[in-house]
């Protein structure tokens, strides 16, 4: 059943909503470090003076340009590795759209989710975005131990935080934050198998922009079949 889940959410990757989502998420992302690499440029050509003069040396020009293009390298390098936690706070506001998506194909006649705030979308946005940077400094640690050993535990440990956060996300929709977390907890065996599942594609660092949108979609499955929440809940 979990790998049905998941399936039934790569199978549906294709939709509109999904894709709508996705690409508000990456771009909002590439419009955000663009926007930083031009401040950081700016910022340098304005504080820095375009020559100066040193001792014994005389005058030295170009020190703004020199200054701009390590200022320029050092944005670049810093948003490819943030491009994957930033894109998950981006896409994370949106995220209510691909359950949606989901219960409208396959769960037709449920009524409306409960109404989230904005505080509540943003918070979960963040906690997201901070769990992502998480996830990406541990790999980073553990493939540099090496250890045959260490992939395993990675997705083991990424897969059980992933998979709670996006779980207490969908149940979230239409249970009470308490019930929804006491569900969870009821049923973490599935909810980290899950999590496993969806944590599998972080290890490829492009691939982990899609991890967002396909773990909303999957735990939209899994959270309905669960009892206490399966299609008749919040009737």
Do not use: K
């Amino acid at each position: 059943m979990i790998l049905t889940d998941i399936l039934r959410a790569i199978g549906q990757f294709g939709d509109a909503r999904f894709q709508s989502v996705f690409w508000r998420g990456v771009g909002l992302t590439v419009l955000l470090f663009g926007l930083l690499m031009v401040g950081a440029v700016w910022l340098v050509d304005t504080i820095l003076p375009a020559h100066f003069t040193l001792p014994w040396i005389g005058a030295v020009g170009g020190v703004h340009w020199l200054a701009g293009g390590v200022a320029l390298l050092s944005v670049t390098l810093l948003s490819g590795f943030l491009m994957v936690p930033v894109a998950a706070a981006f896409t994370s506001l949106f995220l209510d759209e691909v359950a949606e998506a989901v219960e409208a194909r396959h769960y037709p006649g449920l009524p409306p989710a409960r109404a989230q705030g904005w505080a509540e979308i943003i918070g979960a946005g963040l906690r997201l975005a901070v769990l992502s940077l998480i996830v990406n400094l541990v790999a980073l640690v553990f493939y540099a131990l090496s250890g045959p050993l260490a992939p395993f535990l990675f997705w083991a440990v990424n897969g059980y935080l992933l998979g709670r956060d996006f779980a207490e996300g969908a149940a979230s929709r239409r249970l009470p934050a308490p019930d929804a977390r006491a569900l969870v907890r009821r049923n973490i065996g599935q909810v980290w198998a899950l999590g496993v599942l969806v944590a599998l594609p972080l290890s490829v660092p492009i691939l982990g922009l899609v991890v967002p949108i396909l773990a909303a979609a999957a735990f939209t499955h899994l959270i309905r079949r669960l009892p206490q929440a399966g299609p008749s809940a919040g009737r």
